[in-house]
């Protein structure tokens, strides 16, 4: 049984830093793209940010390019999200997926990822 389960979450004032977790079990970790989702209340799920199987690749979105830094440690089944600056419209659920290493990857088709966690609430207070 795949689970991943997303910890780190909580209340934060704006420009603060936290950093998630998200551990991986029942999966060879190390063949699997990873990646990171936010929902926002009455939002779509957008993509955060991924990392290829071997963490050579990453990929951010604009919103939080040059603020938010993922990263993976494949001895330990773990992928991190360090976010720093932190913003009010960052507020959502971060969700960790995890995608089956593929001859070509496209980390924003959030619909090709293969499993999902339960997410961690993430709030910015102004």
């Known amino acids: 049984q795949v689970q991943l389960i997303e910890s780190g979450g909580g209340l934060v004032q704006a420009g603060g830093s936290l950093r998630l977790s998200c551990a991986a079990s029942g999966l060879t970790f190390s063949s699997y793209d990873m990646a990171w989702i936010r929902q926002a209340p009455g939002k779509e799920r957008q993509f955060v940010a991924a990392?290829?199987?071997?963490?050579?690749?990453?990929y951010n979105a604009d919103s939080v390019k040059g603020r938010f830094t993922i990263s993976r440690d494949n001895a330990k089944n773990t992928v991190y999200l360090q976010m720093n600056s932190l913003k009010p419209e960052d507020t959502a659920v971060y969700y960790c997926a995890a995608k089956l290493r593929r001859s070509t990857y496209t980390p924003t088709r959030l619909g090709e990822y293969d499993y999902w966690g339960q997410g961690t609430q993430v709030t910015v207070s102004s």
């Open positions: 990392i290829t199987w071997s963490g050579r690749s990453t």
